[in-house]
């Protein structure tokens, strides 16, 4: 049981260009989350799915776009990075009226 | 959703009880209170969950006034270990709300 996994742990962009991460959970959960992470900041909400098929956006949706396209997989992409993405990205999934699992982060750096 | 604060750090040493205090004024009547542990460099992780009055586990306790407009974390006889960011989220867990936002959390240091 992996828990919340999040791939890839570490990556560098340059301005413009387009990447996807991905959150994978092996629980069943329904709810999967998004949020990102800046230094010595706390954490603030991309985008949340419901369930498979659904998507709603959070407190900072621009610039990400999300599919949930199968229950186990939440994908987080960036179209056309910029600098003020460079972040680090936690995934998280939870079942309803349990607490969020949260995976290890993945550590983004837009040059 | 409810807003939650939370004082931004706390100082405290070796063995003692730390309390941290988080206000909810407009908590909901079907709203839970949640506290997640977040070290550097890794996800948070869950501590502890309640409704109303005292919950307890192994790691903390969570008391809850009648009102519930404010919720506080206990840590007994903390160590270095407990040197982290704590946060409170307050949140409908039933239904298909599913929105949870987290506030801006309390860094606390442990000296020895």
């Known amino acids: 049981n992996a828990g919340v996994t999040q791939t890839p742990k570490f990556r560098v962009l340059k301005t413009g260009q387009s990447m996807t991460l991905l959150c994978a959970q092996d629980?069943?959960?329904?709810?999967m989350y998004w949020y990102r992470q800046d230094p010595g900041m706390g954490l603030r909400l991309i985008h949340y799915?419901?369930?498979?098929?659904?998507?709603a956006k959070g407190e900072v949706p621009d610039g990400y776009n999300v599919s949930r396209l199968k229950k186990q997989n939440f994908l987080l992409g960036l179209e056309s990075a910029a600098p003020s993405q460079t972040s680090v990205y936690f995934c998280a999934s939870r079942e309803t009226n349990q607490p969020q699992h949260f995976g290890d982060g993945t550590r983004l750096s837009i040059l | 959703l409810a807003k939650t604060t939370q004082p931004i750090s706390m100082d405290s040493y070796e063995g003692q009880e730390v309390n941290i205090t988080c206000s909810h004024n407009?908590?909901?009547?079907?709203?839970?209170i949640t506290w997640y542990q977040q070290f550097p460099s890794q996800g948070p992780r869950f501590i502890i969950q309640g409704y109303k009055t005292k919950v307890t586990n192994e790691v903390a306790s969570l008391f809850i006034p009648a009102d519930r407009k404010s919720s506080t974390l206990s840590l007994p006889r903390v160590s270095l270990s407990d040197t982290a960011v704590y946060y409170c989220?307050?949140?409908?867990?039933?239904?298909?709300?599913?929105?949870?936002?987290f506030g801006q959390g309390t860094t606390l240091q442990v000296k020895p």
């Open positions: 407009n908590i909901a009547t079907n709203d839970y």
């Open positions: 629980m069943n959960h329904e709810y």
């Open positions: 989220l307050v949140a409908l867990t039933s239904g298909n709300t599913g929105k949870l936002i």
């Open positions: 799915s419901v369930g498979e098929g659904t998507t």
